[in-house]
DNA sequence: CATGAATGAGAGTTCATTCAT
DNA sequence: CATGAATGAACTCTCATTCAT
């Protein structure tokens, strides 16, 4: 998706025109303030500062605007969740890489996460894309725990399938809380507290309880800290 | 809501006009099936069997209409809330209670549920009501947090207000589950497992754990079953 | 049109419906201040204190409604006004008769006459009748001034059918000044001294003048004839 | 106007669209025949030959296009009103003068004065433009009127402002009388004859009579009628 | 590439009119 | 007589999309 260096242009401009990139950022940031369905393609047009003629050279039309702005948001998150979900580590650090993917994501750009959250991911009669994607994720995740519950890190009468979709549930919460203004996502340490909370309150919820007397979070900073990025299982 | 008799005021005073009542049960189908912005007032008209200004005789317009679907729905999900959060009981039977409130709420209606958490929770720009109320939700379980805390039931370093959010996070991403398929919400035993799963990762994550060591869906069904306080039929 | 004593009870009811007059004065007052287009039955209805069911009963429709309102306020009029027209006295003294009906006719009911001079008068593609009527009442003047014509009242070479037609110009603009509030309609002298001059301007500019064989407006006729700036033709 | 060449700004600068100008002669045509409450937008693009919606990319909404065709028929003639009106000469010349651009008015272009006095000077509801635009006209008269009883030219005991009102009235009439077919307005020496008519009868109510210090309906009637302004010829 | 005038189907809303009670 | 719920045609306005320049 990032490849896209052909260039159509003939002198030798970089992969992807200037103005496409330009349209669509506008198309992230109009939709985010004022959804997909309350906002015309002039509305784009004029945050993008082009004639809304334009939009239609590099979009087939509003949808594929929409799909296109899915696609470029998703594929990169998604990315990078698969890289955590499929790579080294306990069950315990891949949670809390995933969270931190998402949480990255939205301070890198909340908008986009908006967008993503909001418009897409429960827009009703969705395109099969999109549903497809947010199943892959979950998908992705269920695997993840089904290895893990292989592994006994899972409690075995826990439901991956059931379990992945809560993951993305408390995730998608926090984004919610930031959104609706209940956390200042300009504090980093507050960010941090309620990713954290979120990865434990799951990871509470699913590990298998055989040699963790400690508290998840608890008042030792110290330890808890270490745990949730690199992991450790005594 | 479910006694339609004939006559229009026989037995239970004036009440709702039986076609006003028909026309917001239409629209909460039609909304469900093809959202807000993907419907039209026709749709709703022919859905509800009458002509198309009737239904502009009931509500002022399309979004009044959308309003009111909301109103009704929420408030009585909203009253039996409260009656849990703020009636006796542990913090533990309490979750389980409001968490049984939504899935036999789910059970009932599942479209009406699905406008709710779709098409109004999340509206861009949504009116005040919307976000009040699912506010008004949160700052409810968050005082019931609160409570719990001071009374040592909740972990101190605990955020009482994420954590509200979190809980509702859960709760809305089981809806997603059965919204998109995930669960059959035909079969009880899921869906009763799915309930007690999204209850107990919620409590493991918060609880303090000096006074129960026990897991909540532990083998011993019976206790935790018996918790629930609204839907068990001992 | 004042003598309505009768009960609206069946005994011994007299020629028209309490009920129905009720709506036609609303109906007056409706049309008066937001227009016949601005203004819809329910507001009539609400006006006169009825249901707008009822409306239908007593009119066949909304036009008929404002027929009904032309012909009630027109038909006095034009009788009083036929009266002068066609009664005893010199064509100075009908004149200020026929002003004088008006301008009493204002005083008893302004929006009466609004509504015939705003709403009816002038309304394009106007029913037959109300053209018509506002046509005979020119009619009847034209004949008027066609007497005092032969009868040596009115110069020879003035044209009596458009000297009547500027006679209800007169008046009428006489009326839009009321109605835009140029002159106070409760101050009666006011009020008499806008009708003389009316009545005055127009007599002046159309009576024989037997015995002034002097110039209106300068001795020197060519004079002033020549100063007429466009379209004078030597 | 008239002269439609065909590239878009080739001789007269960038003006105004042609479109625009097309789609403004439509409305005063199609308003004239059939009314601003009777005609639909619908009627106004099919009469200038466009589509639908061009329409409203050129008006606001139908309102606006009403306030339109109100503005440019109006701000041109009352230009050539203040003209005279603030011009030269005496008030004799001045009447006539004014008259004759009213006439004039009505002989280029008969559909945009019966918009303007039938559709809009007495509309109902009004925008507080056209009201006020009418009073411009009559406050613009009324001074030229208060400089000539100044200057002697009017009599004391005429009230300038109900004066210049009827004024107005008179030219008005003249107007109505033409559009309801009681002047063929293409027979120039009937027009002529009508608007002479109406200025001098104007002219005889109002002028100083310097050689007659009689009343103007007085008793003696003969004298006051030798005035009769229109058509004497010495 | 870029522009924005032009198109027209579609949707929301109004309201005169009917009719069962 | 009286009521007001019910009907649906008509109309305004929007906006995605096309296309000539």
New interface residues.
């Given amino acids: 998706m990032s490849q896209e260096q052909g260039s159509k242009a003939a002198e030798g401009g970089p992969r992807e025109s200037e103005r496409r990139r330009t349209i669509l950022r506008a198309a992230v940031d109009v939709f985010a303030?004022?959804?997909y369905?309350?906002c015309r393609i002039a509305d784009v047009a004029r945050e993008a500062g082009v004639a809304y003629g334009l939009v239609y050279h590099y979009f087939k039309n509003k949808d594929e605007l929409l799909e296109t702005v899915f696609e470029t948001g998703w594929s990169g998150f998604f990315a990078r969740v698969r890289a955590v979900a499929q790579g080294e580590g306990t069950l315990e650090q891949k949670v809390h890489g995933i969270t931190t993917v998402a949480f990255e994501a939205y301070r890198v750009d909340p908008r986009a996460v908006k967008v993503l959250?909001?418009?897409i991911a429960?827009?009703?009669?969705g395109r099969v894309n999109r549903?497809t994607a947010?199943?892959d994720a979950?998908q992705l995740c269920e695997e993840m725990l089904s290895r893990a519950q292989a592994a006994g890190e899972l409690r075995p009468?826990?439901?991956p399938?059931?379990?992945a979709?809560?993951l993305?549930?408390?995730i998608?919460?926090?984004f919610?809380?930031l959104v609706?203004g209940?956390?200042d996502p300009r504090d980093p340490e507050k960010m941090e507290?309620?990713r954290r909370?979120?990865a434990?309150?799951?990871l509470?919820?699913?590990l298998a309880?055989d040699a963790d007397p400690e508290?998840?979070?608890?008042?030792d900073q110290e330890k808890s800290a270490a745990r949730s990025k690199v992991a450790r299982r005594s």
């Fill in positions: 303030s004022k959804g369905h309350g959250i909001v418009e429960r827009s009703p009669g549903q947010f199943m979950i009468e826990v439901d399938k059931l379990a979709a809560l993305f549930g408390n998608e919460m926090g919610t809380a609706f209940m956390v507290r309620a909370q979120i434990g309150s799951f509470y919820g699913v309880r508290a998840p979070w608890s008042k």
